[in-house]
């Protein structure tokens, strides 16, 4: 048990070798806080943006995505969506509004833990942030999806519009409305927060391999206090 | 690029004095070859000359032109005359915004039709409906002697009342009914800080319009002047703070709120001190004789601030339950004191430094101008003598600072920024720009006191308003002449023609005043208006939240939120919760029995720009106007059997015509057999 717990945790840095390359150790550690930072602060930005252009409405109607809530026209664009049968928007993805704060934090703290972990495990900790992004555009597709093809049958111009789904980046149509979708600062800065974890992991795993190889020649995972041989 | 305007200008005007361009040719019309693409007709010169434009007109026509979507820079609130309402309209386009309905009924915006019902019940006369009012004089509030577009006040001349107008959603808020005068044409003005709302009386009767013979004109007849505390935080009128003067029965015409030296004193005017009791009938002068024999009447000057303080130590009667503070006690405290002024005046004008003011006589060619210092020197020396009725009467010579000659028939002043004053001129139908002395002396070139230039206007011009023409800071730019007759400027609409409103270029110093535009008003006779500069109004865009009752300015409890609609009975007292929205409303059938009593409560509940909602049942006489957000509760009984059609009376959306639904009033007898 002790010794899989130690080979997931991975080696410990000998203070020789920390005092010898201290840089090498700190800089993946540094990486990946900051991507826990990004993710944290992403929670109070606003993520995707809706922009719905028609003649009778200069300067269009808006609706903002955050990750818990949905702000903007969101009154008056239900109020024209009934006209096509279309369910109110704060009925889309509940369960995700509800629970991304608190997944949200899981995810940076999991990124965090990796700062403890020498092992490939690390990886395994970041990959859900790093798919974060990915996840939220196709949940969000999935919902626009869902939404657009569900109309109500009964609904006063539910002859008029075929169903469709807007795209969840670009430009769609539908009636009289030009649909201009785009990430928001709280998706792009999550976005960087991947590629940033990439990059930790990229250089973790070359801080540490050195180690692991020499623990693995040692055969023992219990004799971290061997000192590596330096690479450089 | 004002450059570049003024070339394209000279050079249009060039091209239309060429004879022979009137086909357009290209090579005759370089100027406009830019924006020509190969149609010479479709030039600025060419459509000048087609339709035989002046440079002048060009240039009014560059002046108030506003593309679509261009705001105006000014809004002009002007009266509406008998037609009982405010108007709304932006400048210099001199486009009408829309009318604000005050005391009479206006079924576009549902006033007194369910909406302001209980408003306009304020301004009955003991009991007794009047669902129509004169329009004079709107005085829009001050702060510092500035306007602060927040409120707008109205007198109502034909019943003496005065109504409050709330800027943020451009609706009558109040009515208050004078308790006793049955008439007024001294207000309303504001006081700079629109502690109080000054309404003078006009034509003489006994204090409560009580009966008198004429006889009894000189001793039992009486003119007044009324002080309503505004309170500003409750945006009403408190009567319960309000107080009247006891005027002699000479008849007290427009009233001006003194401001920053003179702040603290009010000025008004009055025409018939010869008592004329008139009676054509039997032989004697009429009015309009009677009362113009005298070479003088009276300017009063009244000291408010004093007058508040010997109106809260209580010395004053009771009339009607009203305090007024008799003449004697008047006299007694020095609040009162005439000056002479020339005869038959309508204007009494404070300007903008508040150490002039500028009286028209309308028989007496000159503008005169009394310094306020003068006045306060005579009173200190006591330098008067007395009316029949004791009020002191001030030396004239010693009073006025000068007189200028304007022209005939003056009868109203503004002011601008640059030193000058504007009279509107009746009988010359014209309006003279004359310089002002003293402080006002270094910002114009010409010499104190004397007239600078006339423009004239068509025809028969009565009040003139200027930008912020009244205030202590006049922004000069525009002047709008309101004139009486229009005669040949329109197209003959059967006997009854539009007045005319006529805009007028005050921006440019010197002895031009072009005439930029006419505005027909054929909806009202607007007597005077005031301007303001647009961007100090702060209007709502929608209400400020859903369920919002407009009277209280607040989240009506009785709200109707989406989801909760209903109708509930209670014996005989059915409330219908409605919620209004594009393109129902929900419910949709309302049955009640003949001789229920029914409250409807109807919630607007979208948010967006201009989804006003209309709501009429035929036969019940309801129609209402709900914007964005508004919440309204009516009431009415079902006395009338049978099935209405209740529907949205305000274009809506694509499904207008399918929001609609069904009032049903079951008939007495079949309600009784059903439940048997």
């Known amino acids: ?232 | 690029m004002k450059t570049k305007l003024l070339g394209t200008l000279l050079l249009v005007g060039m091209i239309i004095l060429t004879p022979g361009c009137g086909n357009g040719d290209s090579e005759q019309a370089p100027a406009a070859t830019s924006n020509s693409s190969g149609n010479g007709g479709d030039t600025a010169a060419a459509i000048a000359a087609e339709r035989e434009l002046s440079p002048d007109d060009v240039r009014a026509a560059l002046l108030t032109y506003q593309p679509s979507g261009r705001i105006d820079d000014y809004i002009m609130f002007a009266s509406g005359g008998h037609a009982g309402q405010v108007f709304v309209i932006g400048m210099p386009s001199m486009r009408l915004l829309r009318s604000i309905a005050v005391f009479t009924p206006e079924s576009w915006q549902g006033w007194g039709y369910g909406i302001g019902n209980d408003i306009l019940a304020d301004g009955n006369i003991e009991g007794r409906e009047n669902l129509w009012g004169d329009t004079h004089h709107p005085a829009l509030s001050e702060t510092n002697g500035d306007y602060d577009g927040e409120w707008l006040f109205i007198n109502d001349k034909a019943h003496a009342r005065i109504a409050v107008i709330d800027l943020r959603d451009f609706e009558t808020k109040q009515i208050v009914k004078n308790p006793i005068a049955i008439n007024d044409h001294g207000g309303a003005v504001a006081t700079p800080n629109t502690e109080w709302i000054i309404e003078g009386g006009q034509y003489a009767t006994p204090l409560g319009w009580d009966y008198a013979p004429i006889d009894e004109y000189n001793d039992s007849y009486r003119g007044s002047v009324t002080f309503w505390k505004f309170d500003r935080e409750k945006g009403r009128i408190d009567p319960d703070r309000s107080f009247a003067m006891e005027l002699p029965p000479y008849w007290q015409d427009i009233f001006d709120a003194g401001k920053l030296v003179s702040d603290g004193w009010v000025f008004g005017n009055s025409f018939n001190t010869e008592l004329a009791t008139g009676g054509i009938e039997d032989g004697n002068a009429p009015f309009e004789a009677g009362a113009s024999q005298r070479d003088a009447d009276y300017m009063h000057i009244i000291n408010l601030d004093k007058a508040a303080k010997v109106y809260e130590a209580g010395k004053f009667t009771k009339v009607k339950g009203f305090p007024v503070i008799s003449l004697k006690t008047s006299i007694e405290e020095g609040l009162l004191f005439f000056a002479p002024e020339p005869k038959s005046p309508h204007g009494v004008d404070v300007a903008p430094k508040g150490e002039y003011i500028v009286v028209s006589g309308k028989l007496d060619p000159h503008v005169t101008i009394y310094s306020f210092e003068k006045m306060m020197q005579a009173i200190a020396d006591k330098n008067w003598t007395h009316d029949q009725y004791g009020v002191p009467i001030l030396d004239f010579d010693a009073v006025v600072e000068a007189q200028v000659e304007v022209g005939l028939g003056p009868l109203h002043t503004q002011f601008d920024n640059k030193g000058y004053a504007y009279t509107s001129l009746f009988l010359d139908t014209q309006v003279a720009r004359w310089t002002l002395g003293g402080a006002y002396s270094d910002l114009h070139d010409e010499p104190d006191w004397s007239v600078a230039a006339k423009t004239s206007v068509h025809y028969n011009v009565g009040h003139i308003a200027a930008a912020e023409g009244d205030t202590v800071s006049p922004d000069g730019k525009y002047l709008v002449s309101l004139n009486k007759w229009s005669v040949d400027r329109f197209f003959t609409t059967g006997p009854l023609l539009p007045q005319n409103f006529q805009l007028l270029d005050i921006d440019k110093p010197g002895d031009k005043m072009q005439l930029l535009y006419d505005m027909p008003m054929g909806i009202g006779e607007p007597h005077y208006a005031q301007i303001i500069k647009a961007d100090k109004l702060k209007p709502w865009k929608v209400y400020p939240e859903v369920g919002w009752d407009p009277h209280t300015q607040s989240v009506s409890p009785d709200a109707v939120k989406p989801g909760e609609e209903r109708i509930e009975r209670n014996g005989k007292n059915v409330d219908v919760y409605m919620s209004v929205v594009r393109s129902h409303f929900n419910p949709e059938h309302v049955e009640v029995n003949q001789g229920d009593h029914v409250t409807w409560h109807l919630t607007n509940v979208e948010r967006a720009l201009d989804a006003t909602h209309g709501f009429a049942i035929p036969g019940y006489d309801i129609n209402l106007s709900l914007e964005a957000g508004e919440h309204l509760t009516i009431e009415f009984d079902a006395d009338l059997p049978g099935t209405f059609t209740f529907y949205c009376s305000e274009f809506c959306s694509a499904l207008h015509l399918e929001m609609t639904g069904y009032l049903r009033v079951k008939p007495t007898e079949v309600a009784a057999a059903v439940t048997e």
Do not use: C
Request: a neutral charge.
């Open chain 1, 1 to 232: 048990m002790n010794q899989a717990l130690n080979k997931i945790v991975g080696p410990r840095i000998h203070p020789d070798e920390w005092a010898a390359h201290r840089g090498r150790y700190l800089l993946p550690t540094a990486l990946l806080v900051l991507a826990a930072v990004m993710l944290l602060v992403s929670i109070f930005l606003p993520f995707w943006h809706m922009q719905l252009n028609a003649p009778q409405y200069p300067g269009g109607l808006h609706v903002t995505g955050y990750v818990n809530r949905l702000a903007g026209d969101v009154a008056e664009i239900d109020s024209l969506n009934h006209y096509i049968g279309m369910r109110p928007l704060n009925e889309a993805a509940q369960f995700e509004k509800a629970t991304a704060v608190m997944m949200i934090t899981a995810l940076s703290l999991l990124v965090l833990g990796a700062v403890f972990i020498h092992s490939k495990w690390a990886a395994l900790l970041s990959i859900p942030a790093v798919l974060f992004p990915v996840g939220f555009l196709v949940d969000l597709h999935l919902w626009l999806s869902y939404f657009g093809n569900n109309l109500d049958p009964t609904a006063p111009l539910s002859s008029s519009i075929k169903p469709f789904t807007p795209p969840v980046l670009g430009t769609g149509k539908v009636g009289q409305f030009e649909t201009i979708a785009s990430a928001q600062s709280g998706l792009i800065l999550a976005a960087v927060a991947s590629l940033v974890i990439l990059v930790a992991l990229w250089r973790h795993r070359a801080a540490y391999k050195p180690l692991l190889d020499t623990q693995a020649q040692s055969g023992s995972g219990d004799n971290p206090q061997k000192k590596p041989e330096a690479t450089d």
